[in-house]
């Protein structure tokens, strides 16, 4: 895999990970998922939240190191 996709692919990850926590945000913040599904609801909102976490969270730090490394590469050319 290249470097352009798989920074492509980074990118894609981290906007569905946003997504999952805007979406867990809503749902028991906004939608109050929890006093009509009970606790079921409110594991399907945390769950979305902890794995729009879980997707974002690392992501960035891995996108990070590339765009570093690519910057000292630049540098030392």
């Keep these: 895999m290249s470097e352009k996709s798989l920074i492509t692919l980074l990118k894609v990850v981290i906007v569905l990970g946003l997504c999952l926590i805007g979406l867990g945000y809503y749902l028991i913040n906004v939608a109050h ?4 599904m009970g606790i079921s609801g ?5 769950g979305c939240y902890a794995l729009g976490l879980i997707l974002s969270l690392p992501t960035k730090m891995y996108l990070t190191f590339i765009w570093v490394t690519a910057e000292q590469r630049k540098k030392n050319s």
């Design 33 to 36: 998922i929890e006093q009509t």
């Design 42 to 46: 409110m594991m399907i909102g945390g």
